[in-house]
């Protein structure tokens, strides 16, 4: 005859008439059950293929240039997200976005000034974007939160 006290490791068992009796100050054992996986919602970049991380690393920039390759000039516009830290777990919220371009070697800009819409936290749109010329191009995305301004680059060669 076997019984428990509660919930507690009270039992006892009668053999050939005599009681055994045992118990424990410590809650029944329980099998360990495994922690849940912690979520974490990476950001889809797969439609942005090129990526680069902000100078002072705070910030990662995907972006995809519509119409691919970059036209010789005529108009184009980049599609762009902002990540906060090195990676895309995280959009950056509360930031702003300007782009420009130029031409190290000639010294020069682009012709037009770009204009940014912003399409919700971390994601932007650049419009009216002009390469004129065929040569080494840098693009670049100056991303502010509160004072601070992080520049990320890409070279861009335009035949």
């Known amino acids: ?32 059950q495994p922690e849940p996986p912690v979520s974490v919602v990476a950001v889809d970049v797969s439609d ?18 519509a119409p691919f390759p970059v036209p010789l000039n ?6 762009v997200v902002v990540c906060r830290g090195e990676g895309f777990e995280a959009l950056a919220t509360d930031v702003t976005l300007r782009a420009d371009a130029g031409m190290p070697q000639h010294r020069h800009g682009m012709n037009v000034v770009p204009e940014v819409t912003s399409l919700g936290p971390g994601r932007f749109r650049v419009d009216g974007m ?30």
């Open 1 to 32: 005859m076997a019984g428990f006290m509660n919930a507690t490791c009270w039992w006892g068992v009668v053999v050939g008439g005599i009681a055994i009796a045992s118990g424990c100050n410590s809650a029944p054992a329980i099998p360990e």
């Open 48 to 65: 942005l293929p090129i990526h680069g991380v902000s100078n002072d690393g705070s910030f990662t920039v995907a972006f995809a240039t």
């Open 74 to 79: 005529e108009p184009f516009s980049i599609e």
């Open 130 to 159: 002009v390469f004129h010329m065929p040569g080494d191009w840098e693009l670049y995305f100056d991303i502010t939160d509160g004072p601070s301004t992080e520049r990320t680059q890409f070279e861009v060669v335009l035949e």
